[in-house]
């Protein structure tokens, strides 16, 4: 069993994944009689075919030390996540290794910050911190085989 610590989530080391879901540190424009800050295209939604659609999704929590032990990739859409609530929560990913899954990464992401994954990115199950959460997700349907999953031998995951 191997053991990785929690990194702290930046743009840049989360770059090779996909893209922070966070305000900038200035609005792309003033909307609403400038009343609102539109912090525009922070992501793409990327799709092979079928369409692009908006879950809520429900994860029990996990405390750390957590073991890993399932990654999964789609690999014909993005996958966004968006915390509903104002708690941190774990995004676990890991870079492609000739079709499987290389070295996990975990990443703290803060609270009221989200995260879309690439096309085809490893990534580990919703992993909200000592207590369960909702997410907005937004990802792909329709035709094709868009989930792979792959048991890992266990990773700890600690502080």
């Known amino acids: 069993m191997s053991t990785i610590k929690i990194r702290p989530l930046t743009a840049e080391e ?3 994944f996909g893209e922070l879901l966070a305000p900038r540190a ?14 525009h295209a922070l992501a793409e939604v990327e799709r092979s075919g079928g369409e692009a ?29 968006m915390p509903l609530d104002a708690r941190p929560w774990l995004s676990i990913v890991a870079p492609d290794d ?14 009221g910050v989200g995260v879309n994954l690439r096309a085809g990115v490893w990534h580990g199950v919703l992993t909200p911190l000592d207590h369960a959460a909702d ?9 094709g085989i868009n989930l792979e999953e792959v048991v890992i031998d266990p990773v700890t995951v600690t502080a």
């Open 53 to 81: 659609i908006i879950s809520i999704f429900r994860s029990e929590p996990v405390s750390l030390p957590y073991d890993c032990t399932l990654l999964e990739r789609h690999p014909l859409g993005s996958q966004a996540f």
């Open 135 to 143: 997410f907005l997700v937004v990802d792909r349907e329709g035709e």
């Open 98 to 111: 000739a079709g499987r899954p290389g070295a996990p990464i975990a990443f703290l992401v803060p609270a």
């Open 26 to 39: 200035q609005a792309t424009r003033m909307i609403n009689a400038g009343r609102c800050e539109r912090h």
């Open 14 to 16: 989360f770059a090779p």
